[in-house]
């Protein structure tokens, strides 16, 4: 009897490890869960994702995780010059609004057109609304205010390494984008209870390491939110 009810035990103790390790999987695409440290700079409660097992120590991460903490603290300051030394010198970084991107009509900045986009105040069209499509006008700066660092990424609690963490009702096509590069989301869930956690946001930082030596270089940003 003792021994049949040890068992019943053990049975429901790994049907809950099962299913914990199913939601996990499920949140992050195909990523999996790693609980090893992140880079002194990220947010330190900050929970790392990865996308492949391979890819699980931190130490391989290190360069990449760097590289996104430099972007993330460039834009907090409002640093564009610094911002545009991170930039990819030959494809430069592409701004996409809302999850899908696309090379049509996203709008590309090599350095040197980024340090100047940041002076000159030129509005420029970004894409277009979610739903009420309407033109998304705005200078450098307030780009960046308001589809960029509309909040502190720095903070983030939750940070996918080339895995998706976010999932709305845009197609989300980084992979398919970006084929031959990495990507950071850095990811904050749905606060207000009111809303059934459709207040979340991510900011995907997409970069490029062409001669594999862990240099990597920012080609993209891309903003993320639920949206109707």
């Given at each position: 009897m003792k021994q049949r009810a040890l068992l019943c035990v053990l049975a429901l103790l790994l049907g809950a490890s099962a299913g914990l390790l199913l939601n996990v999987s499920q949140l992050s695409g195909r990523g999996l869960l790693a609980p090893g440290a992140i880079s002194?700079?990220?947010?330190?409660?900050?929970?790392?994702?990865?996308a492949q097992a391979s890819a699980i120590d931190p130490d391989s991460n290190a360069p990449l995780l760097e590289a996104g903490s430099s972007v993330l603290a460039a834009l907090k300051a409002g640093d564009l010059q610094t911002l545009a030394a991170l930039v990819d010198p030959d494809r430069g970084v592409t701004f996409t609004s809302y999850s899908t991107v696309d090379p049509?009509?996203?709008?590309?900045?090599?350095?040197?057109?980024?340090?100047?986009?940041?002076?000159?105040?030129?509005?420029?069209?970004?894409?277009?609304?979610?739903?009420?499509?309407?033109?998304?006008?705005?200078?450098?700066?307030?780009?960046?205010?308001?589809?960029?660092?509309?909040?502190?990424?720095?903070?983030?609690?939750?940070?996918g390494v080339d895995a998706l963490l976010s999932s709305g009702n845009s197609l989300e096509n980084v992979r398919d984008a970006y084929p031959e590069d990495r990507f950071l989301e850095y990811y904050f869930p749905g606060q207000d209870p009111?809303?059934?956690?459709?207040?979340?946001?991510?900011?995907?930082?997409?970069?490029?390491?062409?001669d594999h030596t862990g240099s990597y270089r920012l080609v993209g940003i891309i903003h993320s939110e639920w949206t109707i």
């Open positions: 002194a700079s990220a947010a330190p409660s900050a929970v790392l994702f990865t049509r009509s996203d709008l590309t900045f090599l350095p040197d057109q980024l340090s100047q986009a940041g002076m000159n105040r030129t509005p420029y069209v970004w894409g277009y609304t979610q739903g009420k499509g309407d033109a998304i006008t705005m200078t450098l700066p307030e780009y960046l205010t308001s589809y960029v660092f509309n909040i502190d990424y720095t903070q983030a609690p939750m940070i009111e809303v059934g956690g459709l207040d979340w946001c991510a900011l995907k930082l997409v970069f490029s390491d062409r």
